[in-house]
């Protein structure tokens, strides 16, 4: 669903580190370019920070516009490693946001009138002052619950997108996690959050590190492992699935957990999501579903699997998406986006073109 000139002017030498799902008829992603090994080397050299490689956002809707276009770019220029997200209320939005742990993080709106790029304070600014904010940590994630927009980050970083500029804290009763303790990523924080409503939100990270939010109060849940958590979803099926370290993975609610999958899975998943009857995990190893309480690959065509990375489902549709291109399921069919490798070998043809002809 992209032709040649679309696909070289937007994702050659590019490749998506993140999608979501505005609406069932617009996709965006992050994608961030390529280097080659010599460029990294050359970066590295010349003291340059790779997380501010070039990035974009991209926008994909169903419906061409008046000109026949249906993907548009825009140019990320100074950011750190970012994700993206969606929302529903107030408006529709796609919300791009910085993970860096520096204390100026960006957001980037697009959707229901001019795009902005805004900065979203940290709690405390760097000479002490509060500012009201709710970023405590680098921002690993957001999430739609309701329809609104959630992002969950280091040191138990929570907060809950209002409008433009403006965010909810829904931390300021959650202990912070000790500065001694915050030693690698995996134990210094929230990876993932989800919710069945805006009153009933698990958040997981750290070693085992679970809480349970009632839209008042947290709750610390005891949870039966103390490996790293990755990722969490609350399904449609009435219970919580958090998944850590090699894939294993843990099914339950409240004080009660089942381990479902212990490990066996060289990289542990990425992102989980609902959608339509059951849990789908990915990470760039492939694609995943959960039937009956066990973890199993999912039997899609080799080309839909390929687009493995990324998960974002919302408005009745499940987006796929990674370094080998993006798809999409919608009432129980994938639709392919676009093949990497299939595109940049048509791209290079159609480059060599005129000197075949001559």
Known sequence: MINLESYDQIFKKYSITDCAVR??????FIISEILTDEEVEYYQENDYDLDYRPKKIVSFFKDPDEN??????????????PRIGACNQPRNHSITLEISTRLDHQA??????????MPFPPRVAKNGVPLGGFVRGGIRRTKTI???AYAVGGNRTLGKFLDKGQWQPLNK????????????????????????????IYAAGGRGDVWHFDGENWTPIPFP??????????????YVYISGYEGITFKG????????????????????????????????YGLWEIVDDKVQRVDVPDEITACS???YANDGVMLLAGLGGAAFCEDGEWTLLYNSSTMDTLVELEALEPQNNG
Request: net charge negative.
């Open 146 to 148: 309701d329809g609104w």
């Open 108 to 117: 980037f709106i697009t959707g229901n009138g001019p795009a902005e790029k």
């Open 309 to 311: 990375g990324h998960l």
């Open 225 to 238: 492992s103390n490996d790293p958590l990755e990722s969490l979803c609350c399904a449609g099926d009435g």
């Open 173 to 200: 009763d959650l202990p912070e996690i000790p500065r001694e303790q915050r030693t690698t990523m995996s134990a210094s924080g929230f990876e993932d959050v989800d919710g069945f409503s805006e009153t009933d």
């Open 68 to 81: 026949g276009d249906q993907w548009f770019q825009t140019h990320l220029i100074g950011w750190d490693t």
């Open 23 to 28: 609406a069932n008829d617009m996709f965006v």
């Open 253 to 284: 609610r409240g004080d009660h957990w089942t381990m479902i999958n212990r490990y066996g899975i060289t990289l542990g998943f990425r992102d989980m999501v609902w959608h339509k009857d059951r849990v789908y995990c990915t990470s760039d």
